[in-house]
């Protein structure tokens, strides 16, 4: 099967969030903005790093689509956006399916069973 530019970006986009999420302080951060909309204040008070660290954080999760932020006057409000881990979603559930598949067969295989689940003749 051939695939398109759709089919690059998707993964592209699937990478950029395996790559933002394998940091564990950002993961916390997206399930700090998972819950409400928070100002990065808020958010980098619940680490130990400097605000710059959280900022950093910040702008890897927003530039791989896993937060959106808004401004209200000088604040910056970031909330998870859901639709971010779509990609990542599809990964895991191809993969699930595919593993469950393949444990199928290997138990169909081990007790002598077809693919339709019927015994093996030979």
Known sequence: MERGPR??????ATDEALRALAEPRRRAILRLVARRELA?????????????AVSQHLTVLK???LI?????????????R?????????????MWASSLDTARRLAEAERGLTGDGLPATG
Request: hydrophobic letters at 30%.
């Open 82 to 94: 859901p639709e971010g881990l779509d990609g990542l979603r599809q990964f895991l559930d191809d």
């Open 7 to 12: 089919d690059d970006r998707a993964e592209a």
């Open 68 to 80: 959106t932020e808004r401004r209200e006057g000088t604040r910056r409000l970031y909330r998870a």
């Open 40 to 52: 990065a204040g808020e958010i980098a008070a619940e680490f130990e790093v400097t605000r710059t």
């Open 63 to 65: 530039t791989a689509g």
